[in-house]
């Protein structure tokens, strides 16, 4: 969105062919160009990310390409943001994979400290386990816990070491 205002009538009638079109064209050029300098939705300076920073600057550079036609921008905003089509199913995956391996971050984390719990509180007790028992122990329990699938259980009747 830009709004302006003619502020020489003369440059505006004598200097360009149409102002309104020449308004419209060179508005539409300092969107795209802006857009290519910046990255849609990142780290640090963006599009999405930075809404003041990026109208200020579209608003500058429309400025700068209407003066000639002695127009004056009051305001330059970008109002509506949005990937093509075709961008944006690969776009949603992208945002979907990064949730699921956040997710999954945070069940591993959870449950790591939960397997540190339980061998924490078996040896407060004072049951000791060697370290191939603990190891078994520790891969039960993570795979109980982070499987997607609920854990079936399964009693072990002979022994880890026979």
């Known amino acids: 969105m830009v709004v302006w205002r003619?502020?020489?009538?003369?440059?505006?009638?004598?200097?360009?062919?149409?102002?309104?079109?020449?308004?419209?064209?060179?508005?539409?050029?300092?969107?795209?160009?802006?857009?290519?300098r910046y990255p849609y939705d990142a780290e640090g300076k963006s599009l999405r990310g930075s809404p003041e920073e990026i109208a200020a600057e579209l608003k500058a550079e429309v400025e700068e390409r209407l003066k000639v036609a002695g127009v004056e921008v009051l305001e330059a905003r970008l109002t509506h943001l949005a990937y093509a089509p075709e961008?944006?199913?690969?776009?949603?995956?992208?945002?979907?994979?990064?949730?699921?391996?956040?997710?999954?971050?945070?069940?591993?984390?959870?449950?790591?400290?939960?397997?540190?719990?339980?061998?924490?509180?078996?040896?407060?007790?004072?049951?000791?386990?060697?370290?191939?028992r603990k190891a078994a122990m520790v891969n039960n329990l993570m795979v109980a816990l982070v499987s997607e699938a609920q854990a079936q259980p399964v009693v072990n009747v002979g022994t880890l070491y026979a």
């Not at 309104?20 to 290519?36: D, G, K, N, P, T």
């Not at 945002?95 to 400290?113: F, K, P, S, T």
């Not at 924490?120 to 370290?131: K, M, Q």
């Open 87 to 132: 961008v944006a199913q690969a776009m949603l995956r992208r945002q979907q994979a990064l949730a699921v391996v956040a997710a999954r971050r945070l069940i591993v984390e959870a449950a790591v400290g939960m397997v540190r719990e339980a061998l924490s509180g078996l040896e407060e007790a004072g049951l000791s386990l060697d370290e191939e």
């Open 6 to 36: 003619v502020v020489d009538t003369a440059k505006a009638l004598f200097q360009v062919e149409n102002y309104q079109s020449f308004v419209a064209i060179q508005s539409e050029a300092a969107i795209r160009a802006l857009a290519s």
